[in-house]
């Protein structure tokens, strides 16, 4: 599933090609694509016909974008989800879910596609008085690391009041938004932390360390333009991104350690896999 980077990238591709664009109609050709919002496919079609587009935002895994005062369109990617931007003649992609059309002589149209139809697009309304606009149900859902208002003091209290595992913590999106399976395999092997080691443990220097390595991958990854190991994720362009080339912990079983050679380890974890170095990596002892 596209973690932080990866929609970070398609949120600047929307932010250049949509902002600022009115919308002259959408089609709805899955209905699944829109089960979020309650109302239904023709209501969200026309809701949408008429609104300008304002520039995209993100939280966490989430993305928006504002229309009139008030009201936002809010994406999921899910697991597969793209926004392709294509020119109005070309014709569809096989999985295309939704068409959004503008009223002015760019050319192109907004693209919705998405194969295993996990993603999804909804119209919600705004928090109130909320500067960015934040669509309500977006509302519980932590700040993440590379945002400016990022309380790192706030996250080490919660990490230690939340009397659980490092990792778990670093995929709860109530307290870090952004971070999944793959950067936080690689932040934790970059902070020489094990994945079962208990929040309560976490000095603050600790904690410091690891967020410090959390934006080092992260801005990593960006400038990748995030990472792809198949076709589903891509760009607003349709261009994949290469991170994957660079990866230190996951998906490396058996393949050694960048540091200190020893074979990297995977462990079954919760309906995923965890990707760590046994020698840089050393279980805690209580999980031990």
Known sequence: MPELPEVEVVRRGLARWTSGRTVAGTVVLHPRAVRRHPAGAQDFADRLSGAVLGEAHRRGKYLWLPLTEGTALVAHL???????????????????????????????DLRFV????????????????????????????ARDPIDPAFDDDAFHAALRRKRTTVKRALLDQSLISGVGNIYADEALWRSKLHYERPTATMTRPRTAELLTHIREVMGDALAAGGTSFDSLYVNVNGESGYFDRSLDAYGREDQPCRRCGTPIR?????????????RCQPVPRAAS
Do not use: K
Not at 130 to 139: K, V
Not at 266 to 278: E, G, K, Q, T, V
């Open 266 to 278: 995977r462990r079954a974890w919760m309906n995923r896999s965890s990707y760590f170095c046994p």
């Open 78 to 108: 899910g697991m597969s989800g793209q926004f392709l931007v294509r020119p109005q003649d070309e014709s569809y992609e096989t999985h295309l879910r939704v068409r959004i059309t503008f009223d002015d002589d760019q050319g192109t």
């Open 114 to 141: 998405d194969q295993r139809t996990f993603g999804g697009l909804s119209l919600h309304e705004t928090v109130p008085g909320d500067p960015e606009g934040l669509p309500a149900p977006l509302s519980h859902i």
